[in-house]
């Protein structure tokens, strides 16, 4: 592989190094605007070709054109001019200002920029300003509160931790089915998945798998952010269906800065801050260490348990810490950012190098990210261009223990009687008050961690070349390639290793995707009204992974980190994980007067992973935008622009590799000795599964008022997601335990909308106010004919994540009280309630009521402030971690004790409940009392925060005129500086099984989320 890589290095860097000249006729000038502005960044383009310039920072171009070419200038919020050149050298030209926003341009598939006017389906752009005031290392978070109809929530405050986002609620059953959109860098489709590795003992966890022990990196958090020039958002089946069947769940598309025409430009940037946990869970200062309310002498810790607070009042002199804020510390973070860029007519590049460190604020947790990319553009001759790029990027880090026996869950046991940072004896062993009942959650973090390092490499070589003015064709070849290397260690003194006398895990993992795309493009004017265009194109693409792990078992010496250290040894390759589709599809635009605009799309994919009378299938889309400003003559000083849009479409979706027929796999425990040992696998494939699809509709309608003061762009859709492909369960009589086919149906509806304001424009002074909200449900429509319900997830038998026919994607189940008939809380003769264990009911959903988000933007002259405010309500989510504080009486809540109360019920003849009962331990302790009661674990998720602020001052061009800057801006980021909620914990916004995982609804059990604060320097040298 190393050969072949460097192969392609060397090909990249021929191709960006390859020069041919043409004899043209040098065209140089100005372009302003009608008020006599220069405009830099004007788009200045021969026409019916790919090949041309943008101007420079002041408004100057130079192009090396035919005699016969025509030159088209094109700005966003400015009208096309097209000048014919003729035997002229020099050409000036004055844009005039488009106030209907008819001109605005934006980026489809396949990276094609499309005026915004012409699309019949929803795109929501965040451009690069947005995403570098978030100062956020993970694209994910610094888009978090932006865009209607995304869900996106991040998995906690761990440096390099997974973010999640869902795009138009979930398409797919199952917990581990695919939700996550496609993610398109430059052309290039990249990973975003998130990997979950094997880091559990044989023998000693109640975990329910991988994705809980650690906030995995989703791996777009690999591109650099200060790269970025904008993000689009790409939501339904009608923007996406040219993309196929790994874009049905939206698709996020990065387009980052380029090379310009002109001198080079050479960028620096500078950040550091840090971080602070943002919220922690209350605890009680009432009572301190005991039982009963007698206090327990430490000294007895072998031969009583110590660690409970339901000891006597606290007394002034009576140790107290608070211990969900004491243990963390303040995290620190590091962002050098170096790009150069330039170019001519014929050659343009851009190059730049970024480090990113950051230390978390759980101890002996870090992350740090290094990448350098190099891109190009070369004009070869009058009809040919090449483009190429290459990114590579080195991630590593430190990733502390969630979930199950980890920092998180022993940090909500630990007595606020007792200093959780005082972890260590004289000699270096744990200071254990617990008697091993407890793991101390600071000495957790410094022996055992997940050591990971990435390497990764993406890179494309693209060549257009126009055989006419009206035709063109690209071919572009992609590549994504990474290696991850993963080390966890576990001594025998902890309590996940004790079972096992430690444990070593050391995994190694690769992914590699290929693609490659060829375009054929032709347009054509029938007449001066009607103008079509047609591309037809071809996408192969081929994915190859495999996972190697050994585990490391029962430790002869202490403290040895070494595989060889270990005398029980599990070993497991994963066969290699390959998957090809190739893909045929068209496109043809019809315009009439430039104010009805008709798209229509098919697309016919082969997949490697369906059976062959069902691997070929066909899918499309209609889309229809009518502006029916000009044609209805409404006041443009009132109504600036109006347009209707509707489209039609359908993506189909394969399914995973391996999911045919039975398969065989290597048998745990084995190769004993030189014995190896296979079994088939439990589960069986349908051999003629055929492929899942979401039809999808939308309207929309988008206005301009007040000559564009006021915007609004407001969406309604449904998305029907049939053929489900799902493992269902069968009996065990037949051989195996599930049965991979189709079926189910689900169905998603939303509306969403987009409100922008200039709430003041004027030359020196501007205030900007956008507005998004959205609100989301679904309805699962039908299901498996086997299945009345699925699990997802289950916690202990207290709280299911559970779907069944006629509910919706996110539904969580809890325990009730005993009802009486009558449906009043039946009171038992003891004078408690009691939890009904006979059946689970529906108490909440995972997914909010409706969300929305407020950014602001207010600028005077070089001062800038910009803040984001966002909103969740509803959505309820299962603390995962709060259950053991309250039975060991150190949340706030259990301050209520020794009390008599009467409960509000009735008794079992049905008359009012009279009778009196104290509230002690024995009630948060019993379980049947209150722990598994829906009330106590089942809280309200919604919430209200600010998300982003910022300030930034940019030095007047007039004091920098004398030095070698040309920019030099100083900027303070905060990020969650304010946070309302009704949650008890930490965050509910931080999910515990992380980027990458539909088991939703579950949080706690993680690091929690951060307060930052970041300043910088950014400065461009002249």
């Not at 009680?284 to 009042?313: I, K, L, N, S």
């Not at 957790?444 to 063109?472: C, H």
């Not at 103008?531 to 190859?544: F, P, R």
């Not at 190697?548 to 250290?565: A, C, H, I, Q, S």
């Amino acid at each position: 592989m190393n050969k072949q890589l460097r192969s392609l290095l060397l090909f990249f860097s021929l191709l960006m190094g390859a020069t041919a000249w043409a004899q043209d006729r040098q065209v140089s000038g100005k372009v302003t605007g009608d008020d006599g502005t220069a405009l830099p960044g004007v788009s200045v383009v021969v026409k019916g070709t790919n090949r041309g310039v943008t101007t420079a920072g002041d408004g100057t171009y130079k192009i090396a054109v035919p005699n016969t070419a025509t030159l088209v200038y094109s700005f966003i919020g400015f009208g096309k001019k097209e000048e014919a050149v003729g035997n002229r050298s020099t050409i000036d030209v004055s844009l005039v200002a488009d106030e209907t926003l008819l001109q605005e341009v934006t980026v489809t598939a396949f990276g094609r920029e499309a005026e915004k006017k012409s699309l019949g389906y929803s795109v929501q752009t965040i451009k690069a300003d947005a995403i570098k005031a978030a100062a956020e290392p993970n694209i994910l978070n610094a888009l978090q509160g932006r865009v209607a109809g995304a869900i996106i929530n991040s998995s906690g405050g761990q440096p390099g931790g997974g973010t999640n986002i869902i795009l138009r609620g979930i398409t797919s059953l199952g917990s581990g089915a695919d939700n996550q959109p496609l993610f398109v860098v430059d052309g290039i489709i990249i990973s975003n998945s998130t990997f979950a590795g094997n880091s559990l003992p044989s023998a000693g966890s109640n975990s329910p798998g991988n994705a809980e022990q650690f906030s995995n990196t989703n791996r777009a958090a690999d591109i650099n952010p200060d790269d970025i020039e904008s993000v689009n958002i790409l939501k339904g089946a009608g923007a996406t269906a040219l993309y196929g069947q790994r874009a049905a769940n939206g698709v996020v598309i990065i387009t980052t800065k380029r090379g310009k025409n002109g001198k080079t430009q050479i960028n620096y940037g500078f950040q550091t801050g840090w971080d602070n946990v943002l919220k922690t869970p209350e605890i009680q200062t009432d009572y301190g260490q005991g039982f009963t309310g007698e206090w327990r002498d430490p000294a007895q810790f072998r031969t009583r348990t110590v660690f409970w607070e339901w000891g006597p009042q606290k007394q002034s002199y009576d140790p107290l810490f608070d211990n969900f804020r004491t243990f963390f510390r303040t995290g620190t973070r590091t962002n050098h950012d170096l790009s150069f860029s330039g170019g001519n007519e014929k050659a343009q590049f851009y190059t730049s190098f970024n480090n990113f460190q950051q230390k978390g604020i759980v101890p002996n947790s870090d992350f740090r990210r290094t990448s350098a990319k190099v891109s190009g553009n070369l004009r070869a001759t009058d009809k040919l261009s090449v483009a190429s790029s290459v990114n590579f990027v080195n991630s590593a880090g430190t990733f502390q223990t969630q979930g199950d026996k980890s920092i998180f869950s022993s940090l909500s046991f630990y007595s606020p009687s007792f200093d959780v940072n005082n972890y260590l004896n004289p000699d270096g062993t744990e200071n254990d008050f617990s008697a091993g009942v407890i793991d101390n959650p600071r000495f957790v973090a410094e022996m055992s961690g997940l050591k990971n390092n990435v390497n990764r490499v993406i890179g494309d070589v693209s060549l257009n070349y126009a055989f006419t003015p009206w035709l063109s064709a690209k071919y572009q070849a992609t590549m994504d390639y990474l290696t991850e290397n993963r080390n966890r260690f576990v001594p025998n003194t902890l309590d996940v290793g004790t079972q096992v006398n430690g444990f070593l895990v050391e995994e190694n993992r690769n992914f590699r995707e290929l693609n490659s795309f060829f375009f054929l493009n032709a347009t054509h004017n029938f007449s001066s009204d009607l103008k079509g265009s047609l591309m037809v194109g071809n996408q192969v693409t081929d994915i190859t992974g495999a996972n190697l792990w050994v585990r490391g078992e029962n430790f002869v010496l202490p403290g040895f980190t070494d595989l060889t250290n270990a005398t029980n040894f599990f070993t497991a390759k994963t066969r290699p994980n390959s998957y090809r589709q190739i893909a045929a599809f068209g496109e043809a635009k019809l315009e009439y007067k430039d104010q009805l605009f008709l798209t229509v799309t098919g697309r016919n994919d082969w997949s490697s992973s369906l059976p062959v009378e069902n691997r070929s299938f066909f899918y499309p889309s209609v889309n229809l935008g009518w502006v029916f400003t000009e044609a209805l003559k409404l006041n443009p000083s009132i109504v600036s622009y109006g347009k209707l849009r509707a489209s039609w479409a359908q993506v189909g979706k394969a399914a995973d590799p391996y999911q045919l027929g039975t398969y065989f796999g290597q048998t745990p425990g084995f190769p004993f000795g030189a014995v190896p040992g296979f079994r088939r696998s439990s589960g069986v494939g349908d051999i003629t599964l055929q492929p899942e699809r979401t039809t999808s509709i939308e309207f929309g309608l988008e206005m301009a008022f007040l000559k564009n003061r006021l915007t609004l762009d407001a969406s309604y859709f449904t998305m029907d997601s049939d053929k489900q492909i799902f493992a269902v369960q069968v009996p065990v009589s037949s051989g195996f335990a599930t049965y991979t086919t189709n079926a189910g149906l689900i169905r998603n509806r939303g509306i969403e909308l987009l409100l922008t304001g200039k709430i003041i424009d004027t030359k020196d002074f501007k205030w900007e106010t956008t507005v998004n909200w959205s609100r989301l449900r679904n309805t699962v429509k039908s299901m498996p004919p086997s299945l009345a319900e699925i699990t997802y997830f289950e916690t202990n038998n207290r709280a299911a994540l559970r779907i069944v026919e006629g509910g919706s994607m996110g539904d969580l189940y809890g325990r009730d009280y005993v009802r009486h008939s009558s449906g009043a809380v039946q009171i038992g003769a003891n004078g408690f309630p009691a939890v009904d264990y006979s059946q689970y009911k529906k108490f909440g959903n995972a997914l909010p009521d409706w969300q929305m988000g407020i950014s602001n933007s207010v600028s005077y002259k070089g001062l800038s402030l910009g803040f984001l405010l966002d909103w969740r309500q509803g959505g309820t989510v299962v603390d995962m971690a709060e259950l053991n504080a309250i039975r060991n009486g150190i949340t706030r809540m259990t301050a209520t004790r020794y009390e008599q109360v009467v409960f509000k019920g009735v008794k079992a003849d049905g008359s009012p409940n009279d009778i009196p009962v104290i509230i002690d331990q024995n009630f948060y302790r019993t379980f049947a009392q209150f722990p598994d009661y829906q009330g106590a674990i089942m809280q309200d998720g919604s919430w209200f925060r600010v998300r982003n602020a910022s300030l930034a001052y940019a030095l007047p061009k007039s004091v920098l005129a004398k030095t070698p800057f040309s920019v030099l801006r100083v900027n303070l980021t905060g990020n969650n500086l304010f946070l309302n909620t009704p949650f008890r914990g930490y965050d509910p916004e931080n999910l515990t099984f992380g980027a990458g995982d539909n088991r939703i609804g579950f949080v706690g059990r993680n690091s929690p989320s951060t307060r930052s604060f970041t300043v910088g320097l950014n400065v461009s040298f002249k």
